[in-house]
């Protein structure tokens, strides 16, 4: 089951989208911007569903904080919002929302884009996977092993944590592959 994160400070329109959502997806609330940041670091969100006027961390910060980050930068985001004109909606498109939609929302259409964005992120996902390993053994790749170790960097520098590299030289790998292929 995929999980979304709702991360609005109203519980009463949060609520209301868990209602809409809950049947199909494991639906989480986030009160601020804070603790959405906190959980969406913490957990594997497939899409996040955020206000945008909220108390300290408003939702355009938050949205930047995310694409800023390499462990959250992929997680669509949608805008849920009662700011209505096209500066407003045109900014969070540019900050990397995937869609923006004004409140009052209708059920309908809240399903139907989730859905949609979804399924887009699974069929991206499993496009990544596909070019991440390599065909025929399974095994992690280059592409894989580059996008790994920027995640982990930014993870040690943002815990400012040690980051080591080990490198190993292979014996007579040549034999290996003269024999078994590259």
Request: with cysteine; charged share 30%.
């Amino acid at each position: 089951m995929e999980k979304i994160l709702i991360v609005d400070d109203s519980a009463t329109q949060a609520a209301r989208l868990r209602s809409i959502l809950d049947d199909e997806y494991d639906v989480s609330v986030a009160q601020t911007a804070e603790e959405g940041l906190r959980r969406i670091l913490e957990e594997s969100f497939s899409l996040v569903l955020l206000d945008v006027v909220m108390p300290g961390m408003d939702g355009f910060t938050l949205l930047k904080k995310l694409q800023e980050e390499a462990a959250t930068w992929d997680v669509p985001v949608i805008m849920i919002t009662s700011l209505s004109d096209a500066e407003h909606e045109q900014r969070g498109l540019v900050l990397g929302a995937v869609d923006y939609i004004t409140k009052p929302f209708k059920p309908l259409i809240i399903k139907a884009r989730v859905d949609t964005h979804i399924k887009l992120y699974d069929y991206r996902r499993q496009v990544e996977q596909q070019s991440m390993t390599d065909q025929l053994t399974g095994i992690a790749n280059r592409r894989r092993y580059e996008r790994y170790s920027i995640m982990k960097w930014d993870e040690a520098v943002r815990l400012h944590v040690p980051f080591s590299v080990c490198i190993f030289d292979i014996d007579r790998f040549k034999a290996y592959n003269d024999t078994f292929g590259h």
